[in-house]
C-alpha cells in the first residue's frame, strides 16, 4: 500500500517467499501496480494480468536439458534419481517433458537417500541402449556416480565427442542445478566432460554476461551476487525498458513487459511469455575440460 499510494511507484520486484508473494499478487491485482514475484510458487501469475513471474522452477531446468539434448540428437534417455520426493518429483517431470518433445524414457533407477555405491543401478541401465543420462541429485552424490559410469563404459562427452581411448559408449549427462558445483571439474571432471548443468545464475561461466554482472556487483557491494541478485536485476532492467520505449502508466508497463527483451541479461530471463511466465528460468552449463562454459539454446519456452 504505501509503495502505491506514497511512494507511487511504477512497478514492485518481489517478494520471494511462496505465501508472502501469493498476497502480494492479490493486493497488486487490487490497486493495479504491476508485480514481478522473484518466487518458484506455480500458478502466481494466474492471479491476474498484472502479476508476472521471474524465477527458476524445475520444470523450466529441465525443459532446457531436454531440448539441448533433443537438439543435440539424443531421442532415447534414462533417469537416475534418489528414492525421495525430490528425486520422484524431478523423475516424472523430466519423462513429461522428453514425451512433451517427442523422446522416449527407456530406463529408470533410484537409490537410498545414503547410498554411496552405485553399480547395480548403473550396471541395469548399461544394459539399455540410451543417448542421454538425467541425474536428479546433488553435485556431492553426481561425484560418486560418475566413476560407476565409467566402470560400465558410459562416458559422458560432447555431442560427436568420442569416450577415452575410443572405448565404451558415449552418453550425455544431465543434471539440475542442485547438481551444479565448480569442485565437479576437479574432483570427477574426466568422467563428466560434456555433462550439461541447469544454472539458475550461471556466474561460474567463463565469460558472458553473468560474469560480468557478477564482478560489477562484487566490486559495488563487497559480495558475491546470488541468483535472487541476479533475477531482480533483470526484473528491474525489463521494467525500465518498457519505460524507454513509451510506457508511462502502470496499465502501460504491464502491457509492454510481455513484449521487451533483455539483451546481455544477468540472469537467464530475457522477458516473459504471454502467460507472464519467463521465456526461461534457467541457464544451462557444460563441462569443458576444467572449467564450466555456457550453452546457447536461443529462447525455448
Do not use: C
Not at 19 to 28: D, P, S
Not at 166 to 178: E, Q
Not at 254 to 270: D, F, M
Request: no cysteine; aromatic share 8%; hydrophobic share 45%.
Amino acid at each position: 500500500n504505501e509503495l502505491v499510494y506514497l511512494h507511487r511507484v511504477v512497478a514492485i520486484v518481489g517478494p520471494i517467499e511462496a505465501r508472502a508473494a501469493a498476497a502480494a499478487a492479490e493486493r497488486a491485482q487490487e490497486l493495479g501496480v504491476p508485480l514481478i514475484a522473484l518466487t518458484p510458487a506455480a500458478d502466481i501469475a494466474r492471479t491476474g494480468p498484472m502479476v508476472f513471474r521471474l524465477f527458476t522452477a524445475p520444470e523450466y531446468e529441465v525443459q532446457g536439458l531436454v531440448a539441448y539434448a533433443v537438439g543435440a540428437g539424443a531421442s532415447r534417455f534414462s533417469v537416475l534419481h534418489p528414492d525421495v520426493p525430490f528425486g520422484k518429483v524431478m523423475r516424472d517431470t523430466f519423462s513429461r517433458e522428453v514425451e512433451r518433445q517427442k523422446g522416449q524414457t527407456v530406463a529408470v533407477e533410484s537409490y537410498a537417500p545414503d547410498s554411496t555405491s552405485f553399480g547395480a543401478q548403473v550396471s541395469r541401465l548399461a544394459s539399455a541402449r540410451f543417448d542421454a543420462l538425467f541425474i536428479a541429485d546433488s553435485s556431492s552424490r553426481i561425484a560418486l556416480i560418475a566413476p560407476a559410469l565409467a566402470a560400465e563404459d558410459l562416458w559422458s562427452a560432447p555431442p560427436g565427442g568420442t569416450a577415452p581411448g575410443k572405448k565404451g559408449r558415449v552418453i550425455t549427462v544431465l543434471a539440475p542445478s542442485v547438481g551444479l558445483h565448480p569442485s565437479l571439474a576437479d574432483s570427477t571432471g574426466r568422467y563428466l566432460q560434456g555433462a550439461v548443468f541447469a544454472a539458475p545464475f550461471a556466474a561460474t561461466a567463463v565469460g558472458g554476461p553473468a560474469q560480468q554482472f557478477a564482478e560489477r556487483f562484487q566490486k559495488q557491494f563487497g559480495s558475491s551476487p546470488d541468483m535472487y541478485a541476479a533475477f531482480a536485476h533483470d526484473a528491474y532492467r525489463l521494467v525500465r525498458q518498457t519505460i524507454a520505449t513509451g510506457a508511462r502508466t502502470r496499465e502501460q508497463v504491464a502491457g509492454s513487459l510481455p513484449e521487451v527483451r533483455l539483451q546481455n541479461a544477468a540472469g537467464p530471463s530475457a522477458g516473459f511469455t504471454a502467460a507472464r511466465e519467463p521465456i526461461r528460468a534457467a541457464r544451462l552449463l557444460r563441462l569443458q575440460e576444467d572449467h564450466f562454459v555456457e550453452v546457447d539454446l536461443g529462447p525455448w519456452a
